[in-house]
Nanobody
Framework: QVQVVESGGGLVQPGGSLRLSCEVS????????IGWFRQAPGKEREGVSC????????YYADSVKGRVTISRDNAKNTVYLQMNGLKPEDTAIYYC??????????????????WGRGTQVTVSS
C-alpha cells in the first residue's frame, strides 16, 4: 500500500523560507510522478509544482515561479519543496500527491492517485 506523508510546515514571517518534505512509502519514488498542491480556507485546491519520474522535468504555478524549487532524492524516497520569499498569500495546507503514469495536466488534482494528509504553512508577521 502506497502512503504519502508530508512534513516541514510551520509558521514563518513574510520573506522567510521553508522546506517541505514528501516521503513515499510502500513504493519507490523512481516510478512516481509527484505533485505539490495547496488549499487555502475558502479556496479550491491548486497545483503548486510537479516533478516527473522519467526525466525529472519540473513544473511550477505562475504564482510561485522563481520562489519555489522542487527536487527529489530517490535514495530516500523523498521529494522536497523549497519555498523562499514566502508571502502571506502562500498560507495554506500543502498536500503531496503521487501517480505512476505521468499526469496529462500536472496541476489537476484528479490526475493523482495517492495523497497525504497535508502540512500547514502559515506566513504571518
Amino acid at each position: 500500500q502506497v502512503q504519502v506523508v508530508e512534513s516541514g510546515g510551520g509558521l514563518v514571517q513574510p520573506g522567510g523560507s521553508l522546506r517541505l518534505s514528501c516521503e513515499v512509502s510502500g513504493a519507490t519514488t523512481d516510478y512516481y510522478n509527484i505533485g505539490w498542491f495547496r488549499q487555502a480556507p475558502g479556496k479550491e485546491r491548486e497545483g503548486v509544482s510537479c516533478i516527473t519520474s522519467n526525466d525529472g522535468t519540473t513544473y511550477y504555478a505562475d504564482s510561485v515561479k522563481g520562489r519555489v524549487t522542487i527536487s527529489r532524492d530517490n535514495a530516500k524516497n523523498t521529494v522536497y519543496l523549497q519555498m523562499n520569499g514566502l508571502k502571506p498569500e502562500d498560507t495554506a495546507i500543502y498536500y503531496c500527491a503521487a501517480v505512476i503514469p505521468p499526469p496529462s495536466i500536472w496541476y489537476l488534482a484528479s490526475e493523482y492517485d495517492y495523497w497525504g494528509r497535508g502540512t500547514q504553512v502559515t506566513v504571518s508577521s
